[in-house]
């Protein structure tokens, strides 16, 4: 949709809105928008409606066509060009509203790239739950335990040597000559 309006001739501050369609201008009685002048051609422009916009294009050769005052054969319109259509001048108007939202064209490899992304994603997730079934983390060691008391050590020291007596018992060959050393510091580390 767009208008046009005259700014002059015999219709100048008339204004015509274009739904759709190809408008022909000249000065034939068939034409869509019928002008009067010097210069206008029977069949002078043609507005045509096309996918990127409207076009003016002119339809006889030598008929003085300019948009913004260059001279032209076929070019796209764009809001407040103007027209000259031999003496006759018209502003051309597009509605002023929300720009259309053009579409981005995606490219072959679009859907194979997003194919490979989550592909690679499912491997880190599999990878990540892998090693959070296998890690296997060290329980925390328990405490040292507390240090024994003189009575406890007393006790244990003779149960120790009530050991070594008796392993000497069993074994009446071998001379006493010392106390073994683990009678006396043993690895416990509480008896230290």
Not at 37 to 53: C, D, F, I, N
Not at 78 to 88: A, F, M, P, R
Not at 120 to 136: D, H, M, N, P, T
């Amino acid at each position: 949709m767009y208008r046009l309006v005259f700014l002059s001739g015999s219709s100048k501050g008339h204004r015509l809105t274009v739904e759709e369609g190809d408008v022909v201008i000249g000065s034939d009685p068939d034409c869509h928008v019928k002008l009067s002048g010097e210069s206008v051609r029977a069949k002078h422009a043609v507005l045509e409606q096309r996918a990127k916009g409207v076009h003016v294009k002119a339809l006889s050769e030598g008929a003085p066509l300019k948009v913004n005052g260059i001279p032209v054969l076929d070019v796209r319109l764009t809001h407040s060009d103007e027209i000259d259509v031999g003496d006759v001048r018209l502003l051309f108007q597009t509605p002023i509203g929300p720009e259309p939202v053009l579409k981005r064209r995606r490219s072959k490899f679009h859907g194979l790239t997003f194919s490979a992304v989550i592909l690679i994603l499912c491997v880190q997730l599999v990878i990540l739950a892998g090693l959070f079934v296998f890690w296997r983390v060290d329980p925390i060691p328990d405490a040292a335990p507390p240090p024994l008391t003189a009575a406890e050590r007393a006790e244990r020291l003779q149960q120790r040597l009530l050991t070594w007596s008796q392993q000497q018992a069993e074994q009446p060959t071998a001379p006493f000559r010392y106390i073994p050393e683990w009678i006396v510091t043993p690895d416990d580390p509480g008896f230290r």
